[in-house]
Structures are given as structure tokens and as C-alpha cells.
């Protein structure tokens, strides 16, 4: 699951704070690809350019970025289909990347022997279009056809094309779902299960389907027939399908009331049949006749309570003839310092990854009698262990192991005799002798305790004077762990540089409750919990404010304004990535709508109150000292959308505060489309970093 999800005192057009303005001077930037609006963008890219790309650092900065972009040292990332092991790569030779394939024997040898099995950037150039790959759905009954969404530029909406593995080749007169937001699942070899806007009109206040209809092979799009519907108030409706390797197979229609709250029903030939689990619940699995569903709410059913955060099991038969009548069996139960992260399943283990104090584990669990039998892994500690993919057919699954100063790992484990071998490595991208990590706690407003990382020179001076670049995310229940970048390796720690990831409430790393301590109006708590840990860095003296950046995408971009315009004297760098800034509009742009539950809605009045109170761009005043932030955001963002971040830069300009704003022709909710674009944006941040921080 991904990042995701990242969020007047001049003269008579400003209000005090906490109102919305009567006008708003800069609506006319919310049109994307207005003449005005792209004219005012492209003004704007060029002062920037002039002063970032004319820096002498950048030039260098650029080049190393590009090349750990493009640098055939990557572990490729395993993704079993059918018993064999595909990737997507790219790099200097394929910009846009291929997808590829090699048997798991293969893949685990130094230099497989890969097979593309589709060139997007030769497609691209027969078609004319800037493909981006999202992924391919293989998941036909025969296991020989797949589903590959294609998106131009990056954007959300995608393209659907139907593609058959045997051939390696589009299929003539195939499934083809012209360009939109959605989503479909295979029913059988010559059926779909699609959620898509059939009509322009038809799309939730969010911008997503809400109608779920089945499509036939050779039938127009205009013959599918309705299977069920929601409403325009739900975030989104669509259909899933999980299957394991005894030849199981399910399907499911998820309707989205809430961002955290969904409605799961059976397809049946009978219809649609309620499954009787909580609102704040998810389906993850099926193995061995067994679904697997997490929990972010207690689920009290008959004697037994699964407490938030659990995973519980449901006896596939038992549901599909009583789905409303259910009885879970405990399979992961976790501690006050844990949390669940990742489910897999091979033909009959499950492989669950979780944390504790924010160091991964993983777990192989096995079905036995009416319980499960439990077999921890031995990992490093300070880890992050993330699953990747497994055979269903097999016994055969990997897991990745990163920290921040040790070249990742893949495992593949077989989980019936319990092995594990080490099958790829990164080698040593940069030089961390002289690095360590060290994990500390700061103390937030209301007495809470919030860890962080901190990777620091060993011989550190605490004399306040090192430059120090703080990130944190803050939401939707994402966990921020440990991962090894070349990048910040080679254009950060090389240098001296300190790196710090805060654990602050909004996140997942103790599970559903430190995620729900953080929403809507309860909000402040993440601010202050961030703003504790900026505090705790320079009281150790590891930093001082003319040395301390901070950096946040997408939520963290709005963690990022509101840092911004409530703590300007803490930060000398604000890097503010895609982000959401304007609180009170937040729900008419693009995506926005569908974060009610995260942040609470204006038509609320107790909850616009509180938006009103943080929302960045409501709350810059005239007179303030700010520090010079950059704002960069992409003009191909379907999700957050670039409205938010150009917004609060003219807003800053009418206010005479210095700025840098940079926007990304293409790349969707990211910093471009490809390795090159994105090589670009990391080295403009760098750049202001470097300025920011690191000189005299």
C-alpha cells in the first residue's frame, strides 16, 4: 500500500486567522491547464531553473542521482506469476522500462537470463505515447492473459489492455478499457468485473468509480451489465478477486463509505451477499481455503474479541454459506509496541511481516487443527522486512531486508522446511564507516513519547552546527521505517549530513491507534509531535535551527506547510514535495474529497474550525520571518493536484517572502515520469538543500 497519501494578512484580501478569505485571489491557478495558470508555471520554473540549475552543485548532483537511478545495480524486484518470477526494470537503456521474465531457478542465480516480455519505451514510440507503466493484473482462471494499465504521463487514470503471455504480444480484438480511473478484475478467461465512470458523470465526489458492471469478451463496453452501484457520497466502489494455490477462487465488491471504512460483499451467482465483518477491516489473503482479513477496530464475535490491529482467519466454505454468521480464528495478535504490515501466501504458509518498536520481524504461520502454528524468522535488528511476492503454487516466497547503512538483501525463504538463503544483494553504494544509527524518543505537548531515527557521523560534534534534514510523513496510517538510499548516501551522509525519520502519531508503527490519535480534529497532535522531535535535535545540539531542513510529500507536504507557518523559527530549509496546502478546498480538488475521513470535512462546523486553524495557505500572514521554502509539485497529479502547491507560492510572492517553486511537466502524485525526471527533481532539492544548510 505504498506513498500515498502526502498533504491573510495582505492588505484588504486577507482575513484573521482561522477564517476562510471572502475571495480568493489566486482560484484561477486551480485550472491545470489554463493559459493564464501554465504561463504563471512556466514564469516560475524559469527563476527557479535559474537559480537551482545554475548552481555549481547541481550539475555533479544530477549525475549522481541519474546514475543510482539508472544503475543496473538494483535488486529486481521479484513478482511470481504462474510459477515464474517477472520484473519491471528500467534504466539507462530503457527509460521507460521493460517487463521481463525468468524462472525462479534462474532468478536466483548472479545474472539471470531475462526474456522481455513487453518495451514500453518501444511501444511508446510505435503509439506516440508517454506510457507509464502501473502494473498488470494476471490473474485469469487459465493464468495465460493478463490485464496491463498503462498511464500517459503518470497520472492516475489508466488505460487497459488485455496481453497474452504465451505470445508475449496486446491481444488483437482483446479487452480494452479506454483511459479513465478504474479498476478490473478477471471473473473467468472471457469475463471482467470493471468499476469505471461510464458516463462522465459517473464518479464519486473523489473522482472514482462507484459502478461496478460486467464486461464480456467481443461486446462493446456500451452491453456490460450492471452488477451493483453506490452512491456519489462514497469514496469509491470496485471489485477484487484473491484465489490460492488448492484452486480456490473469490470475488468481492468493495464499497468504499469512508477512506477507512468499507463494505465487502461475496459475488455470488445469486448476487451480491454482505460479508458480516467490521467497517475498518480488510480481506488481505486466501490460503489453503482460508481468508485472511486484518482488523483496525476490535471485531466482537461471540465469545471472542480480535483487538484492532490483529489478523483473524475465516473458513472459506463457512462464508460462502454463511457469510453474515461468521467465526474468525486469531492468526497475529499484537503487542502495545507492535504493528501488522504486510500479509503473503504461498500454496499453504502465510508469511506475515510486522514491527516492533519500529524494527521489522516476519513470521511464517501455517494452518494446524483449528489454529495456526507460528515460526519466526531470525533478521537483523534496525531493519526494515518487507514482503514482496510468493509462489501460490509453491513454497517459495521473498522478503526484502533494508536498513539505512547496510546494502539491502532478498531472502527467499521456502516455507515448508523453513530456509532461508540470501538470492540478491545490493552492493555497498556508499562509503558508512564513518555512519551509525541510533534510535531516541522526544516528548510531544501532551506528554507523549515519539521515537525517531537518527543517522548521524560517528564522530558527531554537539555543538549545534551539523546539518541536519528532518522527514516524517504523519498519516493515513503509514509507517515510516528504515531503507537504504544511495542517494541520501551520496549526496547527503557523504557529506556530513544528519538524516533523522520521526515515528510521529498519523503513521502505522503502533498500530491502529497511534493512527487514529492523529485524525481530524485531533490533528495538532502529529504537529506537535514533529515539531517535539525538531525541538529534541537542537536541545541535544545535534542541529540548530540555521542548520535543520525538514522535508514531507503528499501529507507530508501539508505536515511541511503547516510546520512552515506555525514554527518558522525552527527551520532554515522547507523542501515541500507534491503537497496538500489550502484545507478549506482541500475536498474540491481532484482527489480531496475521498480524506474526509483523515481530516474531517468544512461543512462540518467544529472541523472546519480546526482545518481553518492549520491550513497553510489560510494561515500566512504578512510581517512573519519565514525561511525561504522550495514547493515543487507535478502537473500531471490527478490525486493531490498541483492546484495546492501554486496557490501557496503566489500567495507567498504577494506576501514578499522569498521562495523557489519548481513543477513537473509529467509524473503523476511523484517527481516524474522517468528516471531522468526524476533524477532532475532530486537534484534541484539537494541543490536548495545544500544552499540552505551546508554553506557557511
Known sequence: MSALLRFLTIAAIVTCVGAAPATDPFLWLENVQGVRA????????????????????????????????????????????????????????????????????DYARPAPAWQTVLDLDALAAAEGKNWIWQGADCDSPSGTRCLIFLSDGGEDASTVREFDLPSRQFVDGGFLLPRAKQTAVWVDD?????????????VTSSGYSYIVKTVKRGEPLANAVELTRGTRADVEVDAEELHDGSGNRVLFVRRGVSFFQTQTSLVTPAGLR???????????????????????????????????????????????????????????????????DNVGATRDQLIVTSYHNVRGRATVYAPAGRGWSSRALTLPDFGTI??????????TAYIAVTRFLTPTTLLQLDTVTGGARVVKALPTMFDASRATVE???????????????????????????????????????????????????RLWYARGGVFVLANIRGGGEFGPAWHDAGLK??????????????????????????RLGIEGGSNGGLLMGVEFTQHPELYNAVDIQVP??????????????????????????????????????????????????????????????????????????????PYLFYEVIEGGHGAGANAKERAFTTALEYTYLNRKLMTP
Do not use: C
Not at 555543538?463 to 537504504?484: C, E, H, K, M, W
Not at 509539485?633 to 502547491?645: F, I, L, N
Open 521 to 546: 480534529t485531533h490533528r495538532q497532535r502529529i504537529y506537535d509531535d514533529f515539531a517535539a522531535v525538531a525541538r529534541d535535535l537542537i536541545a541535544r545540539k545535534i542541529t540548530s535551527p540555521r
Open 190 to 202: 472471457d469475463t471482467l468485473l470493471v468499476a469505471r465512470p461510464w458516463q462522465p458523470t459517473d
Open 580 to 657: 496538500l496546502l489550502d484545507m478549506l478546498r482541500y475536498e474540491q480538488i481532484d482527489a480531496g474529497a475521498s480524506w474526509v475521513g483523515e481530516y474531517g470535512s468544512v461543512s462540518i462546523p467544529s472541523e472546519r474550525a480546526f482545518l481553518a486553524s492549520i491550513s497553510p495557505y489560510n494561515n500566512l500572514h504578512a510581517g512573519v520571518r519565514y525561511p525561504e521554502p522550495l514547493i515543487w509539485t507535478t502537473q500531471k497529479d490527478d490525486r493531490v493536484g498541483p492546484q495546492h502547491a501554486r496557490k501557496f507560492a503566489a500567495k507567498l510572492a504577494a506576501l514578499k517572502v
Open 38 to 105: 501554465l504561463a504563471w508555471v512556466r514564469a516560475e520554473n524559469a527563476k527557479t531553473l535559474a537559480v537551482l540549475q545554475r548552481d555549481p552543485h547541481f550539475a555533479p548532483f544530477y549525475a549522481t542521482a541519474l546514475a543510482v537511478n539508472t544503475s543496473k545495480d538494483r535488486i529486481p524486484s521479484p513478482d511470481v506469476i504462474g510459477g515464474r518470477v517477472y520484473n519491471f526494470w528500467q534504466d539507462a537503456s530503457h527509460v521507460r522500462g521493460i517487463w521481463r521474465t525468468t524462472t525462479i531457478a
Open 386 to 395: 518487507a514482503f514482496e511476492s510468493a509462489n501460490e503454487h509453491g513454497s
Open 274 to 340: 454482505r460479508l458480516n465483518i467490521p467497517l475498518k477491516s480488510d480481506v488481505r489473503a486466501l490460503v489453503a481455503g482460508r481468508l485472511i482479513v486484518s482488523l483496525a477496530e476490535p471485531w466482537k464475535t461471540g465469545t471472542l474479541t480480535v483487538p484492532a490491529g490483529a489478523l483473524a482467519s475465516l473458513d472459506l466454505t463457512a462464508v460462502n454459506a454463511d457469510p453474515q454468521h461468521l467465526k474468525p480464528t486469531l492468526v497475529y495478535t499484537p503487542g502495545p509496541r507492535d504493528a501488522l
Open 439 to 489: 534510535q531516541r524518543e522526544a516528548v510531544s505537548a501532551d506528554g507523549t513519547r515519539v521515537p525517531y531515527f537518527i543517522v548521524r557521523p560517528k564522530r558527531l560534534a554537539y555543538d549545534g552546527r551539523n546539518p541536519t534534514l528532518l522527514y516524517a510523513y504523519g498519516g493515513f496510517g503509514v509507517s515510516q521505517t528504515p531503507f537504504y538510499s544511495a542517494t541520501l548516501g
